[in-house]
């Protein structure tokens, strides 16, 4: 569920073993190497790029279990496969206009394309391929073994991708909890004579620690915050830190030129420009998990543990609106949900279980993790970015969202 669970104090932390405490000792080791070769101290964006991503060494590259019950955090698809068929309904509407592929970027466990499949079968709707495209070695393996246990008729559709597909598909593009584990850039503001300064908040290394130190932004950095701070309402305090994530625009645009027709949902939690840079969220939303728990310093277990941050899906919206693509559909992941046909599904489900009361309690209590307020149904969005599509999307029918 990432990170809607509340920030836990770092004293109540399962330990480290031997194994876990030699291996972010690595990762720490080459991240520091990474900060001398850099003059002492570099941006969080790089920080956060080696923690998550060095080959052999980062959280998504090396071969920690992340997902599910014994991993750091649950995603809606390993919640319930509620959710994952859903989506399947929504991609179908799509695929029997495009005809064409799915492409699932980052497709964690592999659940989601087992049910998203799956359903797509039930509905006679199967795309040509089911692509994948993931930077993790160790999660393709675990994609492999899960989807080698479908169908030889859903199987033989799935093909990984280590990069975007040439030439460019026609259908669905898929990415769920994609856009959170992008590194991000840190600022802080400083009142200084005539008004408000941006500062860089990157990291050094001091005795045997990590530690945060503010130094001059990028231009790039300087100008996104400007008009971040331009679109507001209401002016930020001094002292305010944040987050923002440049890699929207050009992740964005290579997305946008390899899908020549069709739509891509994208699902993650965050909020639009002005709620999320709210005066009042002084300390940003920089969040790790660590054994399904959420806290807020990235320096300890390094590379053993995920780092996010929410999304501001104005950024997407207007990366996407500079690629050329339409945003089609804004909404909460409940009214996503409801408007897909969530309802109809629970109700057959719980029919299909009349004489399980276990079932049907466990059927009911996934629901309400997919659609309350204070579990994912609020925080989590799905935004749809269309290229020459323009039918109605039943997903976002209950509700449209300002962006």
Known sequence: MHSMTSAASVTTLPPLDAAQHA???????HIRAFIAE???GIGFDAFMRLALYAPGLGYYSAGATKLGGDGDFVTAPEVSSLFSRCLARQTADILRNTGGDVLEVGAGSGRMAADVLTELATLDCLPARYLILEVSADLAERQRVRLAQLSPELARRVQWLDRWPEPPIRGVVLANEVLDAMPVE???LRAQPGGIAVHALGVAFEGDRFVWRESSPSPELMHAVADIVEALPAPLPEGYVSEVCLSFQPWIASLAAHLEEGVALLIDYGLPRAQL??????????RC???????????????????????DFTRVAEAADSAGLAVQGFATQAAFLIGAGIEAILTAG??????????????AGEARKLLLPGEMG??????ALARHYESPLAGFSTQALAL
Request: hydrophobic share 40%; aromatic share 10%.
């Open 23 to 29: 291996h972010s000792e690595r990762v720490a080791a």
């Open 38 to 40: 850099h003059g002492g």
């Open 186 to 188: 840190r600022f802080v």
């Open 277 to 286: 840079y709210h005066p009042e969220r002084i300390t940003g939303t920089l």
């Open 289 to 311: 998990h660590f054994r399904h728990r959420a806290h807020d310093d990235p320096f300890i277990n390094v590379g053993l543990q995920d780092i996010t941050a929410w999304v």
């Open 350 to 363: 719980l029919q299909d279980a009349a004489n399980d009361l276990q079932a049907q309690t466990r059927l």
């Open 378 to 383: 609020e925080a989590f969005k799905v935004i």
